[in-house]
């Protein structure tokens, strides 16, 4: 099962407590321990956290510096963490425009947990899914006879996805808001959506737990229809 969370509600956390938004990312980066260790738990086989957006960096640079040191202060201390619960670590997006400190911590952690065999935790990170699918469709271009499968493999090389994820079973966004704002488009073509009103930050274990049995109760049907036994007509239907 793959899971993709749009963690939003960072900054309206912080000011309902009259704090700094950089003390609503603080906390946001709490939910993410927790929620990590929920799908784990649970047995989710890929989970996709929306942690900074290509969008982002028109916010003020205070806070993209700030959001980008929170970023890699989380991926040194929790590779250790992901090596002790075999959970491999991969970040999605693009690298050159990068800090050299952040890219060098990148490549530090997907390494020491290249050969983990748990969950595959990826953070999108300087993440655009149009311009994914614009640089995936230009090398398909010299491809002959390619699928939709080939797409997806191509996709998760422009992405530094390793291995590429399969396509979105799930996709929670949290803080209220209904669009996908740019993230994992192709691989949620046939997702179930779920728009919750908390914010991230207080979004943990028991959230996710929600989320999950929520989806339990979706009927995923890929375009057939239901028999008249209850299930489902015909089988599942590739394009491409």
Same mark, same amino acid.
């Given at each position: 099962?793959?899971?993709?969370?749009?963690?939003?509600?960072? &900054?309206?956390?912080?000011?309902?407590?009259?704090?700094?938004?950089?003390?609503?990312?603080?906390?946001?980066? !709490?939910?993410?321990?927790?929620?990590?260790?929920?799908?784990?738990? *649970?047995?989710?086989?890929?989970?996709?956290?929306?942690?900074?957006?290509?969008?982002?960096?028109?916010?003020?640079? %205070?806070? /993209?510096?700030?959001?980008?040191?929170?970023?890699? #202060?989380?991926?040194?201390?929790?590779?250790?963490?992901?090596?002790?619960?075999?959970?491999?670590?991969?970040?999605?997006?693009?690298?050159?425009?990068? %800090?050299?400190?952040?890219?060098?911590?990148?490549?530090? =952690?997907?390494?020491?947990?290249?050969?983990?065999?748990?969950?595959?935790?990826?953070?999108?990170?300087?993440? =655009?899914? #149009?311009?994914?699918?614009?640089?995936? +469709?230009?090398?398909?271009?010299?491809? #002959?006879? +390619?699928?939709?499968?080939?797409?997806?493999?191509?996709?998760?090389?422009?992405?530094?996805? $390793?291995?590429? +994820? %399969?396509?979105?079973?799930?996709?929670?966004?949290?803080?209220?808001?209904?669009?996908?704002? $740019?993230?994992?488009?192709?691989?949620?073509?046939?997702?179930?959506?779920?728009? /919750?009103?908390?914010?991230?930050?207080?979004?943990?274990?028991?959230?996710?737990?929600?989320?999950?049995?929520?989806?339990?109760? !979706?009927?995923?049907?890929?375009?057939? /229809? %239901?028999?008249?036994?209850?299930?489902?007509?015909? &089988?599942?239907?590739? *394009?491409?």
């Amino acid at each position: 099962m793959h899971v993709g969370i749009i963690m939003d509600g960072n &900054g309206r956390w912080a000011r309902a407590r009259n704090l700094n938004r950089q003390a609503g990312h603080r906390a946001g980066a !709490r939910a993410v321990d927790a929620v990590v260790r929920g799908a784990a738990r *649970h047995g989710i086989a890929t989970l996709t956290l929306y942690a900074f957006s290509a969008d982002n960096w028109c916010r003020p640079r %205070p806070e /993209v510096q700030a959001l980008l040191g929170l970023l890699r #202060r989380y991926l040194i201390t929790e590779t250790e963490r992901c090596l002790s619960e075999s959970i491999r670590l991969n970040v999605i997006g693009r690298r050159d425009r990068l %800090p050299g400190e952040l890219i060098g911590q990148i490549e530090h =952690s997907e390494t020491l947990t290249r050969a983990c065999t748990g969950m595959h935790l990826r953070l999108a990170i300087d993440y =655009s899914s #149009r311009r994914s699918i614009l640089a995936a +469709a230009e090398r398909l271009a010299s491809a #002959r006879h +390619a699928g939709a499968g080939d797409f997806q493999q191509l996709l998760g090389e422009v992405d530094h996805s $390793d291995p590429a +994820a %399969p396509a979105v079973d799930l996709l929670v966004r949290t803080g209220g808001e209904q669009r996908l704002s $740019d993230f994992l488009l192709w691989e949620c073509a046939y997702a179930e959506l779920l728009f /919750v009103e908390c914010l991230w930050p207080d979004f943990d274990e028991a959230g996710l737990a929600q989320a999950l049995t929520e989806y339990s109760r !979706r009927q995923r049907r890929f375009g057939r /229809v %239901p028999d008249e036994d209850g299930g489902e007509a015909g &089988g599942r239907c590739e *394009h491409g």
